[in-house]
């Protein structure tokens, strides 16, 4: 409940006048629709011959006046009605009241739609502001975060959870305020109608609401279990429509199949208990209901049959239907508590990812760097991801401005982490990285990632047009700086032949495209923000020859006159280097030029004889 609390007074309490009018009008509601059902009693009684037309059973009336302060009230009310009855008569006056009524039922109507449009102010409100503030922070998040965190379990945060409290949470929070005073109201009404006849009933209500919510309680456990198992058939349904190359190659269909038919299967048994006790839920219910109503109506029948106990014919029927209006906001606020538990785990999901300490920090007064003059360099590095898994020891290495870097090394012997760590995307754990002689950590981040380009192997695209996503590294640049970074990123000439050119949507992940499009329309948007510092990871997915020297051209056009770093896999890319850096198990083994290292005759002689730079 805590993470609840925290939850509503941030993203609440801007909405806290569409909160109190949104309670208001409900309550509004809740007492309109008391009166409209009682203001039907006058009505009843005329037509039944009761109290109010006739002069000596007013006195009867008045008798019990003596009472208490409700039957006083009656009395006022009967008399008042019985005097314009003689003024008007009967016709007339009947007319009135049934305007009267229609005019309160009315009333009600609109109480309650204006209740539920401040509602759906506060909480699409909240839900938007909710989910804009998690995707802010997720943002800002390191990147440490999403290799720990799984991607789905962001999304569920952001999609399911959200809905979650915007759906159940916030509706039981609402509810928790309105259905007290409903039931209040209603309570008080039938106690006025008649004490004894509510005391029997309050005595069987508890009891049948015991038995209808524990068939309910039971009926909730197989629905959780079956939305698990509807988890699984989506989930192998999405596994197999996103791996069909693989199970069509491995010939995998039968034991797809069988894993399906298994989930769906086990989907059917639960379906089938969970519909057994749902039928049984509601003739159970109704039968018990009923068994209450007549017991209320056998007592309320002994009551006017005795006469003399305060109870006629129109009161009794009027305290029928109120009783019926009785049982939904009992139910309601039962929901509501159960409601309430069930979207406890979200809200805490929330607030954890809401209050995620960032781990890369800041320092106070951090130091702006416009651009590198002199070198970046190494000095002495050590780095794991988990405790007790170094991944990379004592690495040391020295860049000039304007030389080219080359790292290569098996795979797995932390070339991409020793990039991710010139990014700051995580820290060292000791040793420095300085930049121009300034500490990385010392520096102002978003001002130094400034200075950095960035094409991964992945080569990352959005759903959105060619020109966004090359402009995603400058939004500012004009028509001509983006086609120019295009055309050096030899990328120009099949833009122009896609359908739509630059406006041209890449579709999700740039599948439209083929992997070397992507690369190039990668590589335009590294050049478009022209930084003097460039990480590169040359992708190992092979191209045609063509395609190949056309991106390999772009790759050099990305890295000259800057200071670059490249995880090298092309050997015309690592014999152009400044220097080479060897790397094998997180440690640099060797270091020079290609000829130098080629003279030593050791790992890098090995690596290009095997013609194995990954
Ligand atoms: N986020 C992570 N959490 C934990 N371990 C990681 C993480 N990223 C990489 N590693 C581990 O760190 C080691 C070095 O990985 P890294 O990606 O730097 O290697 P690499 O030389 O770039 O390999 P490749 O050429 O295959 O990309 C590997 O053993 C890998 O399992």
């Not at 008569?89 to 204006?114: D, P, Q």
Request: charged share 20%.
């Amino acid at each position: 409940m805590k993470s609840l609390k925290r939850i509503l007074k941030q993203f609440a309490s801007p909405y806290k006048k569409d909160f109190i009018l949104g309670i208001t009008f409900n309550i509004l509601y809740s007492l309109f629709s008391i009166v409209s059902v009682v203001s039907i009693m006058p009505i009843l009684d005329m037509l039944l011959g009761g109290s109010v037309k006739q002069k000596e059973t007013l006195d009867h009336v008045k008798e019990q006046a003596e009472n208490g302060f409700f039957s006083e009230l009656k009395y006022q009310i009967y008399l008042f009605l019985q005097n314009n009855i003689h003024n008007m008569g009967e016709k007339k006056f009947l007319s009135i009241l049934c305007v009267s009524v229609i005019l309160l039922f009315f009333l009600r109507n609109v109480f309650r739609y204006l209740a539920q449009y401040f509602i759906v102010l506060l909480r699409s409100g909240v839900s938007k502001d909710l989910r804009s503030a998690l995707y802010n922070k997720i943002l800002t998040l390191p990147v440490s975060f999403f290799t720990e965190k799984k991607k789905g379990d962001i999304m569920v945060r952001l999609s399911n959870d959200v809905t979650e409290i915007e759906g159940n949470t916030l509706n039981a929070i609402l509810e928790l305020w309105r259905t007290p005073f409903s039931l209040i109201f209603t309570l008080i009404t039938l106690l006025i109608i008649s004490p004894s006849l509510t005391l029997i009933a309050l005595i069987v209500l508890p009891f049948m609401a015991w038995i209808i919510s524990s068939i309910g309680k039971s009926l909730k456990k197989d629905a959780r279990k079956g939305l698990t198992e509807s988890g699984n058939v989506l989930s192998i349904i999405d596994e197999t429509l996103n791996g069909a190359k693989i199970i069509k190659i491995f010939n995998a269909e039968e034991s797809m199949k069988n894993r399906f038919q298994k989930s769906v299967s086990n989907l059917r048994k639960l379906s089938i208990s969970m519909m057994k006790k749902y039928e049984l839920a509601s003739p159970s219910s109704e039968f018990l209901g009923s068994v209450a109503m007549i017991f209320i109506t056998w007592y309320g029948g002994v009551l006017i049959l005795d006469g003399n106990k305060g109870l006629d014919l129109a009161s009794f029927l009027v305290y029928i239907a109120l009783f019926f209006q009785l049982l939904e906001p009992a139910k309601t606020l039962s929901t509501s508590i159960s409601n309430l538990h069930k979207g406890s785990a979200s809200t805490d999901r929330l607030v954890e990812t809401l209050d995620t300490n960032i781990q890369i920090h800041e320092p106070e007064n951090p130091v702006k760097l416009t651009g590198l003059k002199d070198s970046i360099s190494f000095n002495n590095i050590f780095f794991q991801y988990q405790e007790d898994h170094p991944i990379l020891t004592n690495v040391s290495i020295e860049i000039k401005k304007g030389k080219t870097v080359a790292i290569v090394g098996q795979s797995g012997s932390g070339k991409t982490t020793l990039v991710n760590l010139l990014a700051r995307f995580y820290d060292v754990d000791s040793g420095s990285i300085l930049i121009d002689g300034h500490n990385l950590k010392s520096l102002d981040l978003k001002e130094y990632r400034k200075l950095l380009g960035m094409v991964t192997q992945e080569n990352i695209l959005f759903n959105d047009s060619v020109i966004n996503n090359i402009r995603l590294s400058n939004p500012n640049a004009t028509m001509e700086e983006v086609v120019s970074a295009a055309k050096a990123a030899n990328a120009l000439e099949f833009i122009e032949q896609l359908p739509e050119g630059f406006e041209t949507s890449v579709g999700e992940g740039g599948m439209k495209l083929s992997g070397g499009q992507r690369q190039r329309i990668t590589i335009a948007r590294a050049i478009l923000k022209n930084p003097p510092i460039m990480i590169l990871d040359e992708a190992t997915a092979s191209l045609d020859t063509k395609s190949e020297r056309v991106v390999q051209e772009a790759f050099e056009n990305l890295m000259s006159n800057r200071t670059s770093i490249v995880i090298a896999h092309r050997l015309s890319t690592i014999v152009k280097a400044d220097i080479i850096i060897v790397m094998e198990h997180g440690k640099i083994m060797e270091q020079g030029t290609h000829q130098e290292l080629l003279a030593i005759d050791g790992i890098y002689k090995k690596l290009i004889d095997m013609q194995n730079f990954s």
